[in-house]
């Protein structure tokens, strides 16, 4: 017999719902909640995570679904869900406290609040009983309830004091009077710093655990093509992005079967991976293989965009063309067993391979994605021995050694590898799938319209472009309100009234600005600077600089906080500010850079420093100081000679271009109303044109997409 549903039932986050037959009396972020408590002189228990969270899957099947464990946290506390996607404002608050106080973060995250909802206790995952060199949870939850039922004033103190130093935190200022850009010799030093901690061999920075950090990629790019540098200088930079790039794409990371990359590596070998799949990833990555592409030409690159797109694609899109947040890392080990485990549906026992493949095949496929007949998972990475016996493909070697090795041709290895990697796709999709977290969040749908709409000029795939239109015109349909400009931030089973934050602005504004500059249509651009406006007015520190997160209007959430940190996702502020000098050059006004400026010096800070905490404000800071050049091409769009001239104009890594589309008719004089110089410029004896353009001027015409250059 089911348990009865709690609160959470009628949620429509997945994550809440994921614990709507808990016995633990659930509460979801609001007022009913916060007077319980206030009513009831109890402390507040508030658990943060998401759907695809796998240690948030083992503290509810270990505590949550527990009943003597839910009675000590009923009769106790009021206990409060909140799925970080939908609330981050709420999360960032209470990450910065247990930041602040243990030193680490992550989610599950665990806190332990006043009926005023200030903070007195936190952490992430706590097991059910001492392990791992932790307290077990309910020893936990009775020392606190003991605490609070004898020391409560002090309590209430501390935790103001808290709220107190954590607000008194957040103050950031820009240095007065000075402008924020970047010399060569920062730049340099912020290389430096990177190579010191840069892993020679594998790829990345630090050891165990691996992340892909893309704002760093993103930098690394930058630097690898910032001509003010010495060529020794950008040759680290270049070495550290495109191995790490080439590592990740190698690793068991990658998904080697259905495309995509998992959310990071429990090693230092990109080997073995946490299995969830998030779609800030996949467009983050997708934007800097592209790039990788652009600088090097080699097909690779471009191959790895293309696999991870599909994926996005075929796994994470809605009917409608919206992009779904993520998928679980966990899923059922078979069909009709309860049992889930992590890496279910992507690790292979050797004995399951030899199953489906022929010998041929398995030979290849072995050789090259390094199969072991006892597993391929090294026990350090596996130290619960979740995963023995199992093999994680990574491939480690080049076609040229499995050859070898074969005594094959490698054109009949390749031919192997591909068929091999048809039958295994085809086999793990009868499996259980992972749980598909079905969310449409209006910001990571701008990181991943972006990348589609990069990839589909720069490798003339015209589907790429039209999944882009179609994701950003779902948003516009659904999670943008006309009369006042504002977004909502989540679409599921309907519009949530949950308004947008400053990342759901800036990343959509940079996912437009992608699009238009690929397609033209000067209508993305009017409506990134509708939202440019929007975001101005709900979220600038006029005072301080930058963007707040929230917009202040709910007092449930006790701080304003600033994003100051590149981590899975970009800071808001280092895209706002990357976003405000396109504007300012795809629109020619003025009043886009000077803001810029101003926002950028608020995180003015050593560069070595900065690179680590916020690498992509640091390559904002030197954009700043670069002018734009401005690639104008002219032609109607329907003619292919002006979508050939657009891709050429896309075609090299160039990180301050910019490319106007000039088609002649209106359009043509919208254009010309934001850039004077611009009246004049068309097709040139009837042919479409490039025009390269620096401060205004612009090279003769050319005609043919080879001879296009920004040189």
């Known amino acids: 017999m089911s348990a009865p549903a709690n609160r959470l039932a009628t949620e429509k986050s997945p994550y809440l719902r994921q614990h709507a037959a808990n016995p633990v009396d659930w509460y979801p972020w609001g007022d009913e909640a916060f007077e319980k408590a206030r009513s009831e002189s109890k402390p507040i228990f508030l658990s943060i995570g998401y759907s695809t969270c796998h240690w948030c899957h083992v503290m509810a099947h270990e505590s949550f679904e527990n009943a003597a464990t839910a009675e000590i946290l009923n009769e106790n506390f009021v206990c409060i869900k909140v799925d970080r996607e939908e609330r981050p404002d709420v999360d960032r608050v209470y990450m910065a406290f247990v930041q602040a106080t243990t030193g680490g973060g992550g989610w599950p995250l665990s806190a332990w609040l006043t009926p005023e909802l200030a903070p007195f206790v936190g952490g992430t995952y706590f097991p059910p009983d001492d392990r791992y060199g932790r307290r077990g949870f309910p020893a936990v939850l009775h020392t606190i309830a003991e605490a609070w039922k004898k020391d409560r004033p002090r309590i209430e103190e501390h935790s103001s004091k808290i709220i107190a130093a954590l607000r008194h935190g957040t103050k950031t200022s820009a240095p007065a009077g000075e402008s924020a850009t970047r010399t060569p010799a920062d730049f340099e030093r912020a290389v430096d710093s990177l190579w010191i901690h840069f892993d020679r061999e594998w790829g990345g920075f630090g050891s165990a655990p691996k992340f892909p950090r893309p704002a760093v990629l993103r930098f690394l790019a930058r630097a690898s093509v910032q001509r003010e540098l010495p060529e020794e200088v950008r040759g680290r930079a270049r070495l550290m992005w495109l191995t790490t790039l080439r590592r990740m794409a190698m690793g068991g990371m990658h998904d080697h079967l259905g495309g995509g990359f998992h959310r990071y590596a429990v090693d230092a070998h990109w080997h073995v991976p946490h299995f969830e799949k998030m779609l800030y990833d996949q467009g983050q990555l997708a934007a800097s293989y592209l790039e990788a592409f652009q600088l090097t030409g080699e097909a690779e690159f471009a191959d790895t965009v293309r696999d991870i797109l599909e994926y996005v694609l075929r796994d994470l899109t809605s009917p409608e063309g919206a992009f779904y947040c993520a998928e679980d890392a966990d899923s059922i080990i078979a069909h009709g067993s309860p049992e889930h485990a992590e890496g279910a549906f992507y690790v292979w026992s050797a004995k399951g391979l030899e199953r489906v493949l022929s010998s041929e095949e398995y030979s290849a496929f072995a050789s090259h994605y390094g199969i072991q007949p006892q597993g391929n998972v090294r026990p350090e990475s596996d130290p619960h021995g979740e995963f023995q016996g199992q093999n994680v493909p990574m491939e480690r070697c080049p076609i040229s050694q499995t050859a070898s090795e074969m005594n094959v041709p490698g054109s009949r290895v390749v031919e192997l590898l591909a068929a091999a990697r048809r039958k295994l796709f085809e086999h793990r999709a009868k499996r259980p799938r992972p749980h598909l977290d079905d969310k449409v969040l209006t910001a990571w749908n701008g990181l991943m319209l972006g990348a589609f709409a990069r990839a589909g000029v720069v490798l003339g795939e015209a589907r790429y472009t039209t999944a882009a239109l179609r994701a950003a015109e779902f948003i516009r349909s659904q999670l943008f309100e006309v009369e006042s400009g504002e977004l909502r931030r989540i679409y599921r089973e309907g519009t949530s009234p949950i308004a947008g934050f400053a990342d ?208």
């Open 504 to 711: 759901d602005y800036a990343f959509l504004i940079a996912g437009l600005l992608d699009l238009y500059e690929a397609t033209g249509d000067d209508r993305e651009l009017a409506w990134a600077e509708t939202l440019q406006a929007t975001q101005d007015r709900l979220f600038l520190d006029a005072t301080d600089g930058g963007w707040f997160s929230n917009t202040g209007a709910d007092r449930s959430v006790l701080l304003r906080l600033k994003e100051e940190h590149d981590g899975a996702e970009p800071a808001a502020t280092s895209v706002s500010v990357l976003n405000l000098l396109r504007l300012a050059a795809l629109t020619g006004r003025p009043e886009f850079r000077a803001a810029a400026d101003r926002a950028a010096a608020a995180f003015f800070e050593d560069p070595e420093r900065l690179v680590h905490s916020m690498p992509l404000m640091l390559a904002a800071q030197d954009a700043l100081g670069q002018p734009p050049v401005q690639v104008v091409v002219a032609g109607p769009p329907e003619d292919p000679r002006t979508h050939a001239l657009l891709r050429a104009a896309h075609r090299t890594l160039a990180p301050d271009r910019i490319v106007l589309l000039a088609p002649g008719g209106e359009a043509q004089l919208a254009l010309a109303r934001r850039h004077s110089y611009l009246a004049e410029i068309g097709p040139v004896r009837g042919e479409p044109a490039a025009f390269v353009c620096r401060n205004f001027l612009c090279l003769p015409a050319v005609t043919d997409p080879e001879a296009l250059s920004l040189e």
